[in-house]
């Protein structure tokens, strides 16, 4: 069973080497290791949650524009 700090470092390094947003790599790690999107949801750190609420909010997916968010 993945933990939080290990389930986040493999999703950082999928999006960076893939050239993908963080949403797409978790994603994908899902599809890979047959993990339930609802499962990771459970494993995503705040670093994480602040890169796809201003991903989403780059995309237009949120009500209100993010322009930063502390880290």
Known sequence: ML????FSIKVE?????LKI???DAIVWYCEKNDIEVETA?????????????????DLNMM?????SLPV
């Open 63 to 67: 009500k209100e524009k993010i322009n």
């Open 41 to 57: 949801a459970k494993l995503i750190n705040s670093k994480i949650k602040q890169a796809i609420a201003l991903e989403a909010s």
């Open 3 to 6: 933990d939080t700090k290990s």
């Open 13 to 17: 390094k999928i999006a960076n080497e």
């Open 21 to 23: 947003s963080y949403m």
